[in-house]
């Protein structure tokens, strides 16, 4: 099985990886997509004072 | 989790005028009292920068003692209000990092109280030890997760 | 002359950073005249196998933004610090840690749960988590391992430059650029597009007496226009944040909340801002400190906004 790993991503904001596996006549087996970040904004952000927040998530994507 | 063996690290920050008299009443009356506080000497209660608190958390302390003249007694007028109102400000950011409020304490203590700065320094410890050891988030070596 | 090799790259960032180089306009086709860029995800499809493919140093200057969040993030932060001949910390971000570093008054496992378990719009009835490794029938996956908190640039690498701001405003990328560019380099450990003077020499209202009797939020007032911020009793962090973006923020009527970080000389901008504040509270006895000071409301989460993993106690405990 060969394997052809696409990392990272690119072009695009964020982070993501892609790994497609290729069987012994060059098809396509499986692909895989992975996302390998997380921050946790729906969880921090408890606790802020409601007209903070707008300020707050505008940084979840700054494009 | 506190063991019988903690022995509690204080870290005192006394006013030249007032609190550190004090402490130095204790000291040639010679009352007993454990031998848990680091003392630093200040000009005016005034002068301990919350920087000073948090730095001494970070680094090692188990709690900070922060010491200066009644209200009224300053002798600088007011600088000990201005002690107080930081202070205030200060509990309020402390309690929302987990830090334990009995860990952080402002005492007024007297050049004559020496008696107080003992007892103080006594129940301080005594409270710090059933609370065990400060951890702080200590900056991690290279490769550790947290 | 060879043309600079430059470098950008993000972290746990959102890409506002990457926006901010892009806002320096037409001048982009100044920086590609004397530079080449070996590697930047957002604009260019170089891959990480081609970064572990250069020599070490051969990359002249990489821009690195966004926080240390995961074992990734270190990854990238280490094979680029081998790469490059200067590093830049480069953002709030990977300054100070950012408004990622919220994340440090969380924890880990709580995190985990509201994002995969909890929230409402989440369907996961095999309660999955992501996992370092997985096998699938063709092979194995990995993840990046979530850290217990987040972290700066300079906790895991050595840093060369530290350039703040949230993101950094477009006329000081274009000046650090051309520093840069010209061979003349402020000694290291430097923060570079910044000005070392507060906020509030830059920003235009109009400042008087501060003696504040109560606070407002944001939203129960209509600040004048003209005036200082704070003497109107909202929380500004301008006293204790580095100018050099201009004051933006004040003049739109926006209180500043400290993103270009601390002024030389201070180790943790939310403890000094506690003093700042503090001291021009108006009252007499203790009961109406309290009572106006009751008033500040997320203290935490206002003065440590941009900067909790770079602060001295670094994150929240007993969480």
């Given at each position: 099985?060969?394997?052809?790993?696409?990392?990272?991503?690119?072009?695009?904001?964020?982070?993501g990886?892609?790994?497609?596996?290729?069987?012994?006549?060059?098809?396509?087996?499986n692909?895989?997509?992975?996302?390998?970040?997380?921050?946790?904004?729906?969880?921090?952000?408890?606790?802020?004072?409601?007209?903070?927040?707008?300020?707050?998530?505008?940084?979840?994507?700054?494009? | 989790?506190?063991?019988?063996?903690?022995?509690p690290?204080?870290?005192g920050?006394l006013?030249?005028?007032?609190?550190?008299?004090?402490?130095?009443?204790?000291?040639?009356?010679?009352?007993?009292y454990?031998?848990?506080v680091?003392?630093?000497?200040?000009?005016?209660?005034?002068?301990?920068?919350?920087?000073?608190?948090?730095?001494?958390?970070?680094?090692?302390?188990?709690?900070?003692?922060?010491?200066?003249?009644?209200?009224?007694?300053?002798?600088?007028?007011?600088?000990?209000?201005?002690?107080m109102?930081?202070?205030?400000?200060?509990?309020?950011?402390l309690?929302?990092?987990?830090?334990?409020?009995?860990?952080?304490?402002?005492?007024?203590?007297?050049?004559?109280e020496?008696?107080?700065?003992?007892?103080?320094?006594?129940?301080?410890?005594?409270?710090?030890?059933?609370?065990?050891?400060?951890?702080?988030?200590?900056?991690l070596?290279?490769?550790e997760?947290? | 002359?060879?043309?600079l090799k430059?470098?950008?790259?993000?972290a746990?960032?959102?890409?506002?950073?990457?926006?901010?180089i892009?806002?320096?306009?037409?001048?982009?086709?100044?920086?590609?005249?004397?530079?080449?860029?070996v590697?930047?995800p957002?604009?260019?499809?170089?891959?990480?196998?081609?970064?572990e493919?250069?020599?070490?140093?051969?990359i002249?200057?990489?821009?690195?933004?966004?926080?240390?969040?995961?074992?990734?993030?270190?990854?990238y932060?280490?094979?680029?610090?081998?790469?490059?001949?200067?590093?830049?910390?480069?953002?709030?971000?990977?300054?100070?840690?950012?408004?990622?570093?919220l994340?440090n008054?969380?924890?880990?496992?709580?995190?985990?749960?509201?994002?995969?378990?909890?929230?409402?719009?989440?369907?996961?009835?095999?309660?999955?988590?992501?996992?370092?490794?997985?096998?699938?029938?063709?092979?194995?996956?990995?993840?990046?391992?979530?850290?217990?908190?987040?972290?700066?640039l300079?906790?895991?690498?050595?840093?060369?430059y530290?350039?703040?701001?949230?993101?950094?405003?477009?006329?000081?990328?274009?000046a650090?650029?051309?520093?840069?560019?010209?061979?003349?380099?402020?000694?290291?450990?430097?923060?570079?597009?910044?000005s070392?003077?507060a906020?509030c020499?830059?920003?235009?209202?109009?400042?008087?007496?501060?003696?504040?009797?109560?606070?407002?939020?944001?939203?129960?007032?209509?600040?004048?226009?003209?005036?200082?911020?704070?003497?109107?009793?909202?929380?500004?962090?301008?006293?204790?944040?580095?100018?050099?973006?201009?004051?933006?923020?004040?003049?739109?009527?926006?209180?500043?909340?400290?993103?270009?970080?601390?002024?030389?000389?201070?180790?943790?901008?939310?403890?000094?801002?506690i003093?700042?504040?503090?001291?021009?509270?108006?009252?007499?006895t203790?009961?109406?400190?309290?009572?106006?000071?009751?008033?500040?409301?997320?203290?935490?989460?206002?003065?440590?906004r941009?900067?909790?993993?770079?602060?001295?106690?670094?994150?929240?405990?007993n969480?």
């Amino acid at each position: 099985m060969r394997r052809i790993t696409i990392d990272p991503i690119t072009r695009l904001e964020g982070h993501g990886k892609i790994n497609i596996f290729l069987d012994e006549m060059g098809a396509v087996r499986n692909v895989y997509f992975q996302i390998p970040e997380l921050r946790g904004f729906e969880k921090f952000v408890e606790g802020r004072p409601a007209e903070e927040v707008p300020q707050i998530v505008s940084r979840i994507c700054g494009v | 989790m506190a063991t019988a063996d903690f022995e509690p690290r204080i870290i005192g920050f006394l006013c030249n005028w007032c609190s550190y008299a004090g402490a130095d009443l204790a000291g040639v009356t010679r009352l007993q009292y454990p031998p848990s506080v680091r003392i630093i000497r200040v000009m005016c209660s005034s002068r301990v920068d919350p920087q000073f608190v948090f730095k001494a958390l970070a680094e090692g302390a188990d709690g900070v003692l922060v010491a200066g003249c009644h209200p009224g007694d300053c002798h600088y007028a007011d600088g000990n209000y201005k002690t107080m109102r930081r202070f205030q400000l200060m509990k309020k950011v402390l309690a929302q990092l987990g830090v334990e409020d009995e860990r952080v304490r402002l005492e007024w203590i007297s050049a004559a109280e020496g008696n107080v700065f003992a007892r103080v320094i006594q129940e301080f410890t005594e409270k710090l030890r059933q609370l065990g050891p400060f951890k702080p988030g200590r900056k991690l070596a290279a490769g550790e997760e947290g | 002359m060879s043309k600079l090799k430059i470098a950008s790259y993000w972290a746990a960032a959102c890409g506002g950073c990457d926006v901010a180089i892009l806002d320096i306009h037409e001048k982009i086709i100044d920086v590609a005249n004397i530079a080449d860029i070996v590697f930047w995800p957002v604009a260019t499809d170089f891959k990480e196998k081609d970064v572990e493919g250069y020599p070490d140093g051969y990359i002249d200057v990489t821009l690195f933004h966004g926080a240390i969040r995961n074992s990734e993030n270190e990854h990238y932060a280490r094979l680029l610090r081998r790469k490059s001949k200067i590093l830049v910390a480069f953002g709030s971000c990977a300054t100070m840690g950012g408004v990622p570093g919220l994340a440090n008054f969380k924890n880990r496992d709580g995190i985990l749960a509201r994002v995969y378990l909890e929230s409402p719009s989440t369907q996961n009835k095999e309660q999955v988590l992501p996992q370092t490794r997985v096998e699938v029938p063709e092979g194995e996956l990995e993840l990046p391992y979530f850290y217990e908190e987040v972290k700066t640039l300079a906790d895991v690498v050595d840093v060369d430059y530290f350039m703040p701001g949230c993101p950094p405003a477009p006329h000081q990328i274009w000046a650090v650029l051309q520093v840069l560019a010209s061979g003349n380099l402020p000694p290291k450990g430097a923060v570079v597009g910044a000005s070392d003077k507060a906020l509030c020499d830059e920003c235009q209202r109009v400042k008087t007496e501060k003696k504040v009797k109560k606070f407002y939020r944001p939203h129960e007032i209509i600040p004048d226009p003209q005036k200082c911020l704070l003497e109107q009793g909202i929380v500004c962090m301008g006293p204790v944040t580095r100018g050099g973006c201009s004051a933006q923020c004040t003049g739109a009527n926006m209180p500043c909340r400290g993103c270009y970080g601390p002024l030389d000389g201070v180790v943790d901008q939310g403890a000094k801002y506690i003093s700042a504040l503090a001291s021009i509270v108006d009252a007499n006895t203790s009961e109406e400190a309290e009572q106006i000071i009751g008033q500040i409301v997320d203290p935490a989460g206002t003065f440590y906004r941009f900067g909790l993993p770079g602060s001295l106690l670094r994150r929240a405990r007993n969480v």
